[in-house]
């Protein structure tokens, strides 16, 4: 019995690890260059099993995307929230900026920028995705604090922000930290300017809050 074959007896795997697998393949070849032969291999299952639960591949890798944006933009507002700015407009400005990071360089935009720019591009202008909209209700749970008019204009800030961070993603191949945080700077000297109507956080926990 190979290796593979053992493995692939220990009995069906978990949707989650299904997904996970998706994530890997396309964060390695592109989310249009999903095969399912790769993803059996990484889900420790063969591609009848695959076929027989997922019988799309691009509408598997669809849902794949959903559930991991899900797990990354949950995990910042988390560590945020745990670690962050104690003054709440502060600690937003961190959360939406550190979510535009994560996303830009997620091995999957990564890979999408150089495989296929075009979708990337496409992805900055279109706002009708079932991945905007998970987008988009995530930042309306984060912004429940701030008074109605204050939320519009944040939601559409945000809108701009995730197109910004996009575009930034399409050119960032050659980008160190350096770049990355200068990214960041921008990026949050907007978010303060629509939030307090100052460009950076005055609270005093500057001097000591270290950014991740």
Request: aromatic share 6%.
């Amino acid at each position: 019995m190979t290796q593979n074959e053992n493995r692939r007896r220990t009995g069906p795997p978990s949707a989650s690890s299904v997904y996970r697998a998706v994530i890997e393949v396309a964060g390695r070849n592109g989310p249009r260059r999903v095969q399912r032969t790769e993803v059996a291999e990484l889900a420790r299952t063969d591609r009848q099993f695959l076929r027989r639960n997922w019988p799309d591949v691009d509408a598997l890798t669809l849902l794949s995307a959903e559930v991991e944006l899900d797990r990354v933009l949950n995990g910042v507002a988390a560590r945020v929230g745990f670690s962050g700015p104690s003054d709440p407009a502060c600690r937003l400005s961190e959360t939406l900026v550190l979510a535009a990071r994560r996303v830009r360089e997620h091995p999957v935009i990564r890979a999408t920028a150089r495989t296929d720019p075009g979708l990337l591009s496409s992805a900055s202008v279109r706002w009708d995705s079932k991945l905007h909209a998970r987008a988009w209700d995530w930042t309306r749970t984060q912004i429940q604090f701030l008074e109605p008019d204050r939320r519009r204009a944040t939601v559409a800030l945000t809108y701009q922000l995730f197109a910004a961070t996009l575009q930034f993603a399409l050119g960032q191949t050659s980008g160190g930290d350096d770049v990355q945080s200068r990214i960041d700077a921008r990026l949050r000297s907007l978010t303060h300017a629509c939030l307090t109507g100052t460009t950076d956080c005055p609270s005093p926990h500057e001097q000591t809050y270290t950014r991740p």
